[in-house]
T-cell receptor
């Protein structure tokens, strides 16, 4: 019963380094999302995808890139890490955006610190 | 104006009391509303969704929606210490974008 799996769970990056957060889901969901959550704050949408080959920017896309080559995978790339990217990152998926299938399922989160 | 607003709390209630959590939203044509619970260090989990005006009950939880007032609330009856968490309100706007509030931290005191 995997659901949404994201790795790594914890990572410390130095300023200017790059890394990729991996995300995979086994529910055959069309929609996938990347959110970040800063301490004491709500979730901010970074990027989302409505299907393989299609991605779009959310509220806070600067400094990130994504790709969606398969239905299952939606990696998030951080280029030139900055301290402002220190956050908890959640990958999520849903069957649809509206209606009964719009329940969003979250991964367990990735804690990223940029020093 | 933020798309979704919540009081950050903390809200403290004694065990067995009713906890009332409130949320307002700015987009009048929003159609879908959700309450997520997030324990410290964990990911959000969906506890209620509501789409029509009125009340929706699920066990000890009741979601209330008033579209005219652009207001959605969550009532937790017979609050338990295990209900202590941050509760996030989320709204799908008319443009099909999902926005989260900053969350209300609830503490249930034994």
């Amino acid at each position: 019963n995997a659901g949404v799996t994201q790795t790594p769970k914890f990572r410390i990056l130095k300023i200017g380094q790059s890394m990729t957060l991996q995300c995979t889901q086994d529910m055959n969901h069309n929609y996938m999302y990347w959110y970040r959550q800063d301490p004491g704050m709500g979730l901010k949408l970074i990027y989302y995808s409505v299907g393989a080959g299609i991605t779009d920017k959310g509220e806070v896309p600067n400094g990130y890139n994504v790709s969606r080559s398969t239905t299952e995978d939606f990696p998030l790339r951080l280029e030139l890490a900055a301290p402002s990217q220190t956050s908890v990152y959640f990958c999520a998926s849903s069957y649809s955006r509206t209606g009964a299938g719009n329940t969003i399922y979250f991964g367990e989160g990735s804690w990223l610190t940029v020093v | 104006q933020k798309e979704v607003e919540q009081n950050s709390g903390p809200l403290s209630v004694p065990e067995g009391a009713i906890a009332s959590l409130n949320c307002t939203y700015s987009d009048r044509v929003s159609q879908s509303f959700f309450w997520y619970r997030q324990y410290s260090g964990k990911s959000p989990e969906l506890i209620m969704s509501i789409y029509s005006n009125g009340d929706k009950e699920d066990g000890r939880f009741t979601a209330q929606l008033n579209k005219a007032s652009q207001y959605v609330s969550l009532l937790i009856r017979d609050s338990q210490p295990s209900d202590s968490a941050t509760y996030l309100c989320a709204v799908i706007t008319g443009a099909n974008n999902l926005f989260f509030g900053t969350g209300t931290r609830l503490t249930v005191i034994p």
